[in-house]
């Protein structure tokens, strides 16, 4: 599963039953959760129980697994009962069975076979638009909006292709700060640990980390989260460069479009247009085509831009995709670049001395380390950020960055630290061994378990979903038995 959509279901997963029976009652929304969410097995899954007239018993599920893909069958049953898509039944002296949520069964249906009137997919105007927006230039739009954000976020004040001299509307600037993206020094921002963390992520990821930030303060907006839930998967089933309709939006739906017009996912030419058109980050939220990597370099290559400023002057746009840093073993770095965003974010943990048309020179410090770190920024996202951008020169040789760097640059970090905390639960007071060994080994299995003490029948995991869920089926089945 891509960062993108861990992020998204990491947010569903927490929703009430009956907010997914809302949800589900649109078919574009169980299509979106089917494409996006579902590992290739547990939308295998979905697919062979979709049509059946009847439940199906949980013994005939396990003759479809091999017996050495116990781990991959229990993670993807996982999913389905974290998103509510499967609910089990066990009546006494009955088999236990499986069967597809109500809601979601017959919207998916409807979203693969077609029908109904339910205009969940968007209704395209009738209408031609006197001026329409070609591709082109909805492509040109996204990235001035998203890449204003960016450059609002390193503290750049170039704006380059991104945002313009005015930078991100208050909005958006208010959620960068709510999400910990940012903090506010006075009047200046400055980048958080969290806020490295989203520079890192590919585009796709970058947009849903916005937009959970945006659910989650619906409410205090009167926004309904399920209409705002809604429209964002339907954007993700919607055609580049067609203009859909306003008239079939819900009242939630249509205060979005400023909204998501300040963010680059939408275009509307005045706030009282009747049509909207989707850009090509819109059009992705829901697919895996557009999981493309970092900051300014994957986002051309996800609208397609023919713009360099992910590259030098004059360097192909394929060189810009592969990386353009060169790190030296003693600790000279020379980043083959023009934008200013990448500039900017190089000087958040290094001293850059030395600036051409096409490349900046500079030398990681002690003394820069340790002022990101006092950022928030740490040591390891440092390093994946030199080994995302590292340079073709680099790549043929392993490792890939200079191993001194990389050692010196977490020692800088432990300087001043000697302990690190890991959230989590904690499960204790089992009656027996068997009692602990089962749900411990499960947890090691899905690769939640963190520690566990034999003697003492304790462990800590950082979720508790799956053992509460694996603890129960247990029951379950003893019950049956």
């Not at 930078?167 to 958006?172: I, Q």
């Not at 849903?208 to 619906?218: D, K, P, R, S």
């Not at 030398?363 to 950022?375: G, K, L, N, P, Q």
Request: charged letters at 20%; proline letters at 5%; hydrophobic letters at 40%.
């Amino acid at each position: 599963m891509s960062v993108s959509s861990l992020r998204s279901f990491e947010y569903l997963e927490q929703l009430p039953g009956t907010t997914f029976r809302r949800l589900y009652q649109q078919p574009s929304t169980a299509l979106a959760v089917f494409r996006r969410m579902l590992p290739h097995l547990a939308k295998s899954f979905v697919m062979a129980m979709l049509f059946l007239p009847d439940p199906l018993p949980t013994a005939d599920l396990e003759l479809w697994v091999q017996a050495g893909s116990k781990r991959e069958k229990d993670q993807a049953l996982s999913h389905l009962y974290r998103l509510h898509i499967v609910t089990s039944a066990s009546d006494p002296g009955k088999a236990q069975t499986l069967r597809l949520t109500k809601p979601f069964a017959p919207s998916l249906r409807r979203a693969l076979t077609g029908g109904g009137h339910h205009h969940s997919f968007g209704v395209p105007c009738a209408t031609p638009d006197k001026h329409p927006a070609s591709p082109g230039y909805l492509d040109a739009f996204a990235r001035a909006q998203w890449e204003g954000i960016l450059h609002y976020m390193v503290g750049s004040s170039s704006g380059g292709g991104g945002g313009g001299g005015n930078g991100p509307s208050h909005g958006v600037k208010k959620l960068l700060e709510l999400g910990g993206l940012v903090e506010m020094a006075g009047r200046t921002p400055e980048i958080t640990q969290a806020g490295f963390a989203f520079l890192l992520q590919e585009v796709n990821a970058q947009i849903w980390t916005l937009l959970v930030f945006y659910l989650e303060n619906a409410e205090s907006l009167h926004m309904d989260s399920v209409d705002v839930l809604s429209f964002l998967f339907m954007l993700g089933s919607l055609e580049l460069g067609q203009d859909y309709s306003v008239a079939t939006l819900t009242a939630t739906q249509i205060q979005m479009l400023d909204d998501l017009q300040d963010f680059g996912i939408i275009y509307r030419r005045t706030a009282a247009a009747d049509r909207f058109y989707p850009t090509r980050l819109a059009t992705t939220l829901t697919s895996d085509g557009g999981a493309l990597r970092s900051v300014s370099a994957g986002f051309d290559r996800a609208i397609g831009s023919g713009s360099d400023a992910g590259a030098g002057a004059g360097a192909p746009q394929a060189d810009a995709h592969r990386g353009f840093i060169v790190i030296e073993t003693n600790y000279r770095l020379y980043a083959y670049t023009s934008s200013p965003l990448q500039i900017a974010v190089l000087a958040l943990f290094s001293r850059l001395s030395l600036r051409f048309p096409n490349m900046v020179v500079g030398r990681i410090t002690r003394h820069s380390i340790r002022r990101a770190i006092a950022m928030g920024i740490t040591s390891d996202q440092i390093i994946a950020y030199l080994g995302t951008h590292a340079h073709p020169q680099l790549r043929r040789q392993s490792p890939v960055l200079p191993a001194t760097v990389v050692d010196q640059i977490r020692l800088w970090q432990i300087e001043g630290e000697r302990m690190k905390a890991t959230a989590g639960f904690l499960f204790k007071d089992f009656g027996s061994a068997p009692e602990y060994d089962g749900p411990c080994r499960y947890a090691q299995q899905m690769g939640v378990l963190v520690w566990k003490n034999d003697g003492r029948r304790m462990f800590f995991v950082t979720r508790y979903e799956d053992v509460a869920l694996y603890l129960k089926q247990r029951a379950a089945s003893k019950k049956t038995a």
